[in-house]
């Protein structure tokens, strides 16, 4: 199938020059995949892949010494890439595969357009447009991949066994690009021959590597809509060989005639929440990003969401079935899952090959404190709880707000907008005391040096017993967070220790 399109696709100078080296070197050029289906999507993009049938390393070095752009040459793979003018573009020569049913990795052999197009993973992102003189910009589609995008369809080009069994990870991409491309306006779906075939080929999944399906789940959890690709993965049968503790949450336990929530749908209703409320945040610039640049902290207004705020989200309830208790007098009852799940977290990330540094700690934090806000709602919002709050969430609190925001779920609409007009009470609470008392970024303002000298002692315990007792004065209200106030205090809680400033000749 073969058709011109005039819609103005290919109207950036770039495909115009790479058509013209293309001519000289006497091969042919392609723009191909995620482009192409974006385009017709009215979706921006900034990454363009190019097939070339013959060296896609060749044709790039002599594109970048025409437009004087640095090539990015990456032989393992056949691969150049260059940046043009704010946009990237990727090069390589057309190719086709075959695989041993042990590993995911390709038997690369040099081929034709068509097969380059046969090795693709969907029939969307299969289309080609050609960058040749005589049929410039036309669409090059053998398997239907426009009326597929049409339709709102994600189909394999060939059998969907072949395609999922020679590379499984292509299973993941086929549920992230059915999350990833839904809109209000249009649903894709995974055709039901390539679903039943997720569900024969799933035990291919532990050939891969962690790495490579975080890389997709991390994906599927920015969208606006998180949860679709996690019911596909549970529905699938893949959930159980990616995050079999999410997996757990499933089912309602009934004791006396009482059930507790669904904990998998309330995960996921919460994910949602987060993303809905993390996108509308972003869009009027209220969430705020703290980096590290020259060994000084920044503050940065975020523009892009916060994959690891939708890890909070997704893992927040996690050890909910490992606390689950029925108690005749109160129901069924999670005491302590907050904790138990921020103690689970190092191990989760740990076992899915994922960053144990500060990203793994704010999830944790996230984790163990989301329901710290809650209590509040219920509770009677005193000064000296949300400057605890505020103390041990430091710069993480508006997200840890958001994520407890969005963990107010019930089939009572009343409960729920009671729960949120409270909420509103808190947030108002933490921006009053943290403008009085500023404890989000909370220095003792008595440091152990500063004991060691007025005392005269080496360093011991009663240091800490020192520093952590003015802490605490600050934190229940009982001083001002000023040097002057915590230095009396000290002296006087040191006094009562039998311990007195030395005196200096």
């Avoid at 890439?81 to 090069?91: A, K, P, T």
Wanted: charged share 30%; with cysteine.
């Amino acid at each position: 199938m073969s058709a011109t399109i005039t819609q103005g696709f290919l109207d950036h100078k770039i495909f115009s020059i790479v058509s013209e080296v293309a001519a000289e070197k006497g091969v042919r050029a392609f723009v191909i995949g995620g482009y192409v289906r974006d385009c017709f999507l009215g979706r921006p993009s900034k990454d363009i892949d190019i097939v070339v049938e013959g060296s896609g390393i060749e044709l790039a070095e002599a594109v970048g010494e025409r437009v004087r752009s640095n090539v990015s040459v990456f032989r393992n793979f056949g691969t150049a890439m260059l940046r043009y003018h704010g946009i990237e573009v990727e090069f390589v020569g057309a190719r086709k595969e075959s695989y041993r049913r042990e590993s995911r990795k390709p038997i690369v052999e040099d081929g034709t357009l068509e097969d380059d197009q046969l090795r693709r993973d969907f029939t969307i992102n299969a289309m080609a447009f050609s960058l040749q003189k005589e049929d410039f910009g036309a669409l090059v589609d053998p398997f239907g991949g426009i009326r597929d995008l049409a339709s709102g369809i994600i189909r394999t080009p060939l059998d969907p066994d072949t395609t999922y069994s020679d590379d499984p990870l292509r299973m993941v991409r086929a549920i992230r690009f059915a999350t990833k491309l839904t809109t209000d306006e249009q649903a894709f779906t995974i055709v039901p021959e390539s679903l039943e075939s997720i569900r024969r080929n799933r035990s291919r999944m532990e050939i891969l590597s962690k790495e490579r399906i975080v890389e997709e789940l991390n994906k599927i959890l920015v969208t606006p809509k998180p949860s679709i690709g996690f019911r596909l993965l549970d529905e699938t049968g893949l959930l159980e060989y990616i995050l079999p503790q999410l997996e757990k949450l499933k089912g309602v336990e009934t004791v006396e005639g009482k059930g507790h929530k669904e904990n998998f749908s309330h995960t996921l209703e919460v994910l949602d929440n987060v993303a809905a409320a993390e996108i509308q945040a972003i869009a009027e610039g209220r969430l705020k990003d703290y980096i590290f640049e020259d060994g000084e902290e920044v503050e940065k207004v975020r523009t892009a969401p916060n994959v690891w705020l939708r890890w909070a989200a997704l893992l927040h309830d996690i050890a909910k079935p490992a606390t689950k208790r029925y108690d005749p007098a109160l129901g069924w009852t999670f005491h302590g899952h907050e904790v138990v799940g921020a103690r689970w977290i190092p191990k989760i990330f740990q076992s899915m090959k994922m960053p144990l540094n500060e990203k793994m700690k704010y999830v944790q934090k996230l984790v163990g404190l989301h329901l710290r806000p809650i209590a509040l709602v219920t509770e009677e919002v005193t000064d000296s709880a949300v400057r605890r709050l505020l103390f041990d969430a430091g710069n993480d609190i508006d997200d840890l707000m958001l994520l407890c925001n969005a963990d107010i779920t019930s089939k009572n609409p009343r409960k729920v907008a009671r729960l949120h007009a409270n909420f509103e009470l808190v947030k108002a609470k933490l921006v009053e005391v943290e403008a009085k008392d500023a404890i989000r970024n909370f220095k003792n303002p008595i440091t152990g040096d500063y004991v060691m000298e007025l005392f005269g002692i080496e360093p011991c315990n009663t240091i800490g017993i020192l520093k952590e007792a003015v802490k605490n004065a600050i934190l229940d209200g009982e001083i001002e967070n000023t040097f002057e106030a915590a230095d009396a205090y000290m002296r006087r809680h040191a006094a009562s220790l039998g311990l007195y400033p030395v005196s200096k000749s």
